[in-house]
């Protein structure tokens, strides 16, 4: 079975632990750099990006991720997960930086202006068996997108889901509602980057 790690520095670390369970994958949390060498993949959780990339870089743990994910390290963001795979903040907090890995630029907060957190019906490309849940909390959007990355869902004809190779991204949280596709669809990317590639 594959192992999927979950970076834990900050974020719903525990439901994204038990979405990947639900998909027949081993997880693992992630700390250091020890812990994700050995995982085939690794899942940003949602929470706040700004802690999350100040943990990181005290952690050391910036440079090591940025060159895994560009050596072609399997990785999902889901919503501050989704802004640290961003190559570009539009709005960024001073001195929050990011892991990268998605040519694209993100708008923080998008969603929160006029809605603090709600809950939409989202088609995603790839998950099959109708729309996802889309929990929405404070979610950022993405303004727009670089040539090699696909757009897998819109909402409000704005773009929220996002995928580059083996690089996935949503602004919603699909670990909080107990479906477990998104995660599967995940899984399968992971799946296929050991079968046709190195690690
Ligand atoms: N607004 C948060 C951020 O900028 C993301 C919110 C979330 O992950 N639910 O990081």
């Avoid at 250091?32 to 005290?58: M, N, Q, Y």
């Amino acid at each position: 079975r594959p192992v999927i790690g979950v970076l834990a520095l900050q974020g719903d670390v525990r439901e994204h632990m038990a979405a990947l369970t639900a998909s027949d994958v081993e997880a693992r949390t992630v700390r250091g750099t020890v812990e994700l060498d050995t995982v085939d993949g690794l899942v940003v959780p949602g929470g706040e990006s700004t802690t999350i990339s100040r943990l990181a870089t005290l952690f050391g743990l910036m440079e090591p991720l940025r060159e895994r994910i560009a050596e072609g390290l399997p990785v999902y963001g889901s919503c501050a997960g989704l802004i640290m795979l961003a190559d570009k903040i539009l709005d960024p907090r001073s001195g929050q930086e990011t892991f990268g890995g998605l040519d694209m630029i993100v708008r923080r907060n998008a969603f929160g202006r006029q809605n603090e957190s709600f809950e939409a019906a989202v088609d995603v490309k790839g998950v099959a068996g109708g729309p996802v849940a889309g929990v929405f909390i404070r979610a950022p959007w993405v303004e727009s997108v670089g040539a090699e990355v696909e757009i897998l869902a819109e909402h409000g004809g704005h773009i929220v889901a996002v995928r580059r190779g083996p690089v996935l991204a949503t602004s919603f949280h699909p670990e909080l509602t107990g479906d477990p596709r998104v995660h599967g669809l995940f899984a399968g990317m992971v799946r296929e980057r050991i079968r046709t590639g190195p690690r």
